[in-house]
Nanobody, 115 residues
């Protein structure tokens, strides 16, 4: 029932910025939690940032102070503002939503940070 569509990935220089968007097919207040995960080649998928329906946020230590998760409820959209990007941020970024007892994933968007 829940569909998630990401956009905004690309190739940037170290120190640059990107903003990722994830559009949900239902009212995001109905979604228990949403967030962003990433997976680099040869590494496990890791949680980057999350936001609950009540607006509470959480971040991985590796991105605190650089990334910000936010939402626009009128557009059923969450965002990930990524600043001061470093090559270690290179990964496929996935939007995630927990709805009822199930987990849903977007198709992923590639972020590449060059030196």
């Amino acid at each position: 029932q829940l569909q998630l569509v990401e956009s905004g990935g690309g190739l940037v220089q170290a120190g640059g910025s990107l903003r990722l968007s994830c559009v949900a097919s239902i009212n995001i207040f109905s979604i228990t939690a949403m967030g962003w995960y990433r997976q680099a080649p040869g590494k496990q998928r890791e949680a980057v940032a999350s936001i609950t329906s009540g607006g509470r946020t959480d971040y991985a230590d590796s991105v605190k102070g650089r990334f910000t998760i936010s939402r626009d409820t009128a557009k059923n959209t969450i965002y990930l503002q990524m600043n001061s990007l470093i090559p270690d941020d290179t990964a496929v970024y996935y939007c995630h939503g927990q709805y009822w007892i199930r987990n849903y994933w977007g198709q992923g968007t590639q972020v590449t940070v060059s030196s």
